[in-house]
């Protein structure tokens, strides 16, 4: 079974642009969750959506946005880039989503650096 | 308050030693405490969990302390090997039911872990 994979796994944007990273969870899981990780603030989760609506949300900004397609694949935005975007960005998946001891999975992450 | 806190924030150890990593927490809504373990360049993947009502649980070299009164549980890895090096990040999730406006998984701030032959 094909874990979760992210696309594209490494990019350099400019300040003030914007990016779309993509993520395709685990076969049959429709929960896809986003987090940001940082080495000074670990990870930080930024979204979650199950079946195709937002279920949950993290403490950033509006420029950060997402959204879930009817196969369960997702894709985060970023839009008018800051140098404080750079990270890891990762996104995982399960069955029934983040919530009561559901297990996640995690893909390898989307590299972003913002210059 | 929606806080997980961990540490030490790097450990370094010698091959067959202990290591010991803490986590605090303090909304008493949680009952889900997995520990994740994420190698360099991977994404993190689950390594053990436990549920507040037992006191400890243990997986191979791993085991997981759990104090409910203190609100804080604790990673062990025993015989520690130089392929344990990464970082950990524990986690911790709210119960069914509770009055927590939100349900997701909350995470320390990690503890990156090495262990030298």
């Known amino acids: 079974k094909a874990g979760v994979t992210q696309t594209p796994r490494y990019l350099i944007k400019t300040r003030g642009q914007q990016v779309t990273l993509s993520c395709s969870p685990i076969?049959?899981?429709?929960?896809v969750s986003w987090y940001q990780q940082t080495p000074g603030q670990g990870l930080q989760f930024l979204f979650e959506?199950?079946?195709?609506?937002?279920?949950n949300k993290g403490n950033f900004p509006g420029r950060f946005s997402g959204r879930q397609f009817s196969n369960s694949r997702s894709e985060m935005n970023v839009s008018t880039l800051e140098l404080g975007d750079s990270a890891l960005y990762l996104c995982?998946?399960?069955?029934?989503?983040?919530?009561?001891?559901?297990?996640?999975?995690f893909g390898e992450g989307s590299w972003l650096t913002v210059v | 308050q929606q806080q997980v806190k961990q540490s030490p924030q790097s450990l370094i150890v010698q091959k067959g030693g202990i290591s010991i990593i803490n986590c605090a927490y303090e909304n008493t809504a949680f009952d889900y405490f997995p520990w994740y373990q994420q190698f360099p360049g991977k994404g993190p993947a689950l390594l053990i969990a436990?549920?507040?009502?037992?006191s400890e649980k243990k997986e191979g070299r791993f085991t997981i302390s759990f104090n409910k009164s203190a609100k804080q549980f604790s990673l062990h890895i025993m015989d520690s090997q130089p392929g344990d090096s990464a970082t950990y990040f524990c986690a911790a999730s709210p119960a069914r039911g509770s009055p927590y406006n939100t349900d997701k998984l909350i995470f320390g701030t990690g503890t990156r872990l090495q262990v030298f032959p």
């Open positions: 076969s049959g899981h429709r929960s």
């Open positions: 995982a998946s399960s069955l029934a989503g983040t919530r009561f001891g559901n297990t996640i999975y």
């Open positions: 436990i549920r507040p009502d037992v």
């Open positions: 959506y199950f079946s195709e609506t937002q279920r």
